[in-house]
């Protein structure tokens, strides 16, 4: 059985691997790479969110730590993106610690409504002075592409696909570690207590397990593979801006990655991912700016006639936690 | 040097005004122990409505403010129908299901209108008062802040509706015991919510001069930070929270700049958590 599902993993990660010579065309290409980055989005989100069913709403508010991390230290002292990508995850995961661990004391609704607080915050304080003096307003910080030294040698024809190809294979790379790595947290015995914390946190603790050390530890986790995929974003993107950090750009896909998912099962959001950003992407051509909003209605939708789903469960036990 | 008579002054017009958006908020938390994140898009829509009855459709200042809260208390009891009622028994499903609901109205607000804040007059002149300059549209908020706030605390405590919104915040099934309908008083209590926050944009726009369609999302971030202040759902909580946050927030322009306030918000509730969980009125977490 666990072989089974090992070598059902390789071929998959094998197919992944090869579907840029299937002669997939770059635009294809670009929203697989951005399929990839929300995958690890919804991954990291789940390592932490989906096993103790605290609904870390401050997602984006991490990944938008990673984001302008590596945008800032390659603007101030031009540290490549291969050393600013791992130092934007460490970046990502002190902030993290700093800003969520006196919410981490919350239950419910308390540490959800805490924690939505910092994206919105920090997206506004982006976009004023003087803080967007620094932070490049709403346009963002320029930044180059992870391998822009070996583009830049390639002939003009074939730069442009390399671009794409590249993207896609430094994202697809950092979602295979990210997948293992979630796999092993939420699969293994710390992923048990984690899921025994969202079951009844206070009959964990009964047994005399520090729950706040699990917490402090997925969280730490959670935040340092947000970050790193933020790094990688923005130099994908060519760009760190606020968008990054925007419930509609971010925060909902992810939600609706994780929803669709199945939340705590950290191979069903890689699926997800796909299926969500490709029609996010394409949804662009047929309906333009009303995709968000599809998107959104799409949502409310899942949740409210998918009830038996998988928000659902997660959330009827968080509803102990409530006190109803 | 800090201006101490106008920072008073602006602390209890920006008191007036964020209690108003807050005590909305809480009331549905009581009741129905659910948060709902589309509260800020009912900022949004009143701001709109008001700014398109008034400035495009020609009504006067008062009558748009008056036709600008029936639509938005609908919209409220909408959201609350399609958004919250479905998934009443999972409160943190709402979470997700209302952050959509207020995605959706933003957008909407953004296509129809543009990023672009939108300009809305204010009521010229002031008087002096006690050698402070006072503005006029800022006498006008703080003596309708007062009668909104009055008329609710009235309203819980004196009335038959009152009566039940604070069983319904009890507990439903006794509710349901002595023959009421918890539902109803659910219904009730998102127009009321979304009524408030509706009085709260027209009471700030003017002051404000100006709307955007980010402006419900702002004063959201700023009600978060009250109710965790004041203790979720306590009304009384909230509205003495109001006050001390836009002191803070007052106290923190003056002394620095605008912009700076943006953070206020952020470095108080990470204060009070670490010293306060509950906050200052709220009940054990």
Redesign the interface.
């Given at each position: 059985m666990r072989y089974k599902g090992a070598a059902a993993a390789l071929v998959l990660a094998a197919g992944m691997f090869l579907l840029p010579r299937a002669g997939l065309g770059v635009r294809m290409l670009n929203s697989l790479a951005i399929a990839n980055i929300f995958a690890v989005y919804a991954l990291s989100f789940d390592v932490f969110s989906g096993t103790t069913?605290y609904?870390n709403?401050g997602h984006t508010f991490i990944i938008g730590i990673g984001a302008y991390t590596t945008a800032l230290l390659w603007r101030m002292k031009g540290v490549k993106p291969y050393i600013g990508i791992p130092i934007a995850g460490l970046a990502a995961m002190a902030v993290g610690i700093l800003?969520f661990l006196?919410?981490l004391?919350?239950?419910?609704?308390?540490f959800?409504?805490?924690s939505?607080?910092?994206p919105?915050?920090l997206y506004?304080?982006s976009t004023?002075?003087?803080?967007s003096m620094i932070l490049g307003g709403e346009g963002g910080i320029p930044v180059p592409h992870p391998l822009q030294s070996y583009l830049a040698e390639l002939p003009a024809a074939e730069a442009r696909r390399a671009f794409y190809t590249t993207s896609y294979y430094m994202s697809l790379l950092l979602l295979l570690a990210s997948a293992a790595a979630a796999y092993k947290i939420a699969y293994s015995s710390f992923g048990v207590v984690l899921r025994g914390i969202g079951q009844d946190e206070e009959l964990v603790e009964a047994s005399g397990v520090n729950t706040l050390r699990y917490k402090l530890l997925a969280f730490m986790a959670s935040s340092y593979i947000a970050g790193v995929a933020g790094a990688l974003h923005v130099h994908i993107l060519m760009a760190a801006s606020p968008e990054i950090l925007a419930?509609?750009t971010t925060?909902?896909p992810i939600?609706s990655i994780v929803?669709l998912g199945g939340l705590g099962t950290v191979i069903g959001p890689l699926g997800a991912s796909y299926i969500t950003i490709l029609a996010y992407e394409y949804l662009w051509g047929v309906m333009g700016?009303?995709r968000?909003?599809a998107f959104?209605?799409l949502?409310?939708a899942l949740?409210?006639f998918k009830?038996e789903g998988l928000?659902?469960t997660?959330?009827?036990k968080?509803?102990g936690a409530?006190g109803? | 040097m800090i201006p101490v008579p106008t920072l008073f002054l602006y602390t209890i017009l920006y008191g007036f005004v964020y209690s108003i958006f807050a005590v909305g908020f809480a009331l549905i938390f009581g009741v129905a122990k659910v948060a709902n994140v589309a509260h800020g898009a009912f900022y949004t829509i009143a701001a709109y409505l008001y700014y398109v009855l008034w400035l495009k459709a020609g009504l006067s200042p008062v009558a748009a403010a008056v036709a600008c809260l029936p639509p938005t208390a609908l919209t409220g009891v909408l959201v609350g129908e399609l958004t919250i009622r479905p998934v009443l028994k999972a409160p943190v499903s709402v979470f997700v299901t209302t952050l959509a609901a207020s995605a959706v109205i933003e957008e909407v607000v953004r296509i129809l209108f543009s990023t672009n804040p939108l300009p809305v007059p204010t009521i010229r002149g002031s008087y002096s008062f006690l050698g402070v300059y006072v503005p006029k549209a800022g006498i006008l908020v703080v003596a309708l802040g007062l009668a909104a706030v009055a008329l609710l605390t009235l309203l819980l405590d004196k009335t038959m509706l009152g009566l039940f919104i604070r069983a319904t915040a009890e507990s439903w099934d006794e509710v349901r015991i002595i023959g009421g309908d918890p539902l109803r008083v659910f219904r009730v209590s998102m127009a009321l919510s979304a009524l408030y926050a509706g009085i709260a944009a027209v009471l700030l726009s003017p002051l404000e001069m100006a709307i955007t369609p980010y402006g419900g999302s702002l004063q959201l971030l700023k009600a978060f930070a009250i109710v965790i202040l004041g203790g979720l759902g306590s009304i009384a909580g909230s509205i003495a929270a109001s006050f001390i946050f836009s002191f803070i927030e007052q106290a923190v322009s003056f002394l620095f700049m605008a912009n700076y306030a943006y953070i206020a918000p952020l470095i108080l509730v990470v204060i009070m958590l670490v010293i306060r969980p509950r906050g200052l009125f709220g009940e054990e977490a």
């Open positions: 069913l609904l709403l800003v006196p919410s004391r919350l239950r419910g609704a308390y959800a409504i805490a939505l607080m910092y919105i915050a506004r304080i004023v002075s003087p803080f419930l509609d925060l909902i939600l929803v700016e009303l968000s909003i959104s209605l949502l409310i949740i409210v009830p928000i659902y997660l959330y009827a968080a509803r409530l109803r | -």
